[in-house]
């Protein structure tokens, strides 16, 4: 037999022995080469709870040691999502999780609300010929509200229809709208 403790088939002569046994390393710490720096297991601890997210082709580790507030705010970040759409997450089983400490660490899906989008068409209100058209994605009833006040119009009403809308929950996405004759 070879005198060196792998043969020449890159078997070890004791199977009972380790590869770390056999070249007497098992005292060594992880080494990242590209850092320079040694990660022992006590270092690995000290990161908290991590979960992964993906969204799209990007995945970004986010800790979940904070507030369900501060996990957003971290997703969010990460992300870059800097308008108020909202999001959420879902795991490999389809289950949408809430956003908290006790999370199980796995990998999750990001999704992101696509929000309602709505043609919005102004007439000249002595004729009622279309003076101006604009598509709108509204996420929030904050968005709404802004867009209604921007208009200087109280609701909007669904084209052919004399069904008013006050609230985001009442819109029907691709559909137009017009002013509903309610000024503010």
């Known amino acids: 037999m070879d005198a060196s403790p792998l043969n020449s088939k890159g078997r070890y002569e004791d199977d009972n022995q380790t590869a770390g046994n056999v070249l007497g390393i098992t005292d060594m710490t992880p080494w990242d080469g590209a850092t320079g720096c040694n990660f022992s ?4 601890q000290d990161v908290g709870r ?3 997210v993906k969204w799209g082709d990007v995945t970004r580790k986010i800790g979940i040691d904070g507030s369900s507030a501060a996990i957003k ?3 969010r970040n990460a992300f870059r999502l800097r ?6 997450l879902e795991d490999g089983d389809g289950v949408v999780r809430s956003l908290d400490r006790a999370m199980p660490l796995t990998t999750y899906t990001l999704h992101v609300d696509l929000g309602v989008t709505i043609k ?9 010929h279309v003076v101006s058209s604009e598509d709108a994605t509204l996420y929030s009833e904050e968005d709404f509200r802004e867009l209604l006040s921007r208009l200087g119009w109280r609701a909007l ?11 985001i929950a009442e819109l029907r996405e691709d559909v137009a709208y017009h002013h509903s004759g309610f000024k503010t």
Not at 41 to 44: D, F, I, L, T, V
Not at 120 to 128: F, L, P, S
Not at 157 to 167: A, H, I, L, N
Request: proline share 0%.
């Open 120 to 128: 919005i068409y102004q007439y000249d209100e002595c004729n009622q």
């Open 50 to 52: 991590v979960i992964l």
């Open 157 to 167: 009403r669904e084209v052919g229809t004399y069904k008013d809308v006050e609230s």
């Open 41 to 44: 297991a006590e270092q690995k």
């Open 83 to 88: 308008s108020k759409r909202s999001f959420w």
């Open 73 to 75: 705010e971290a997703i």
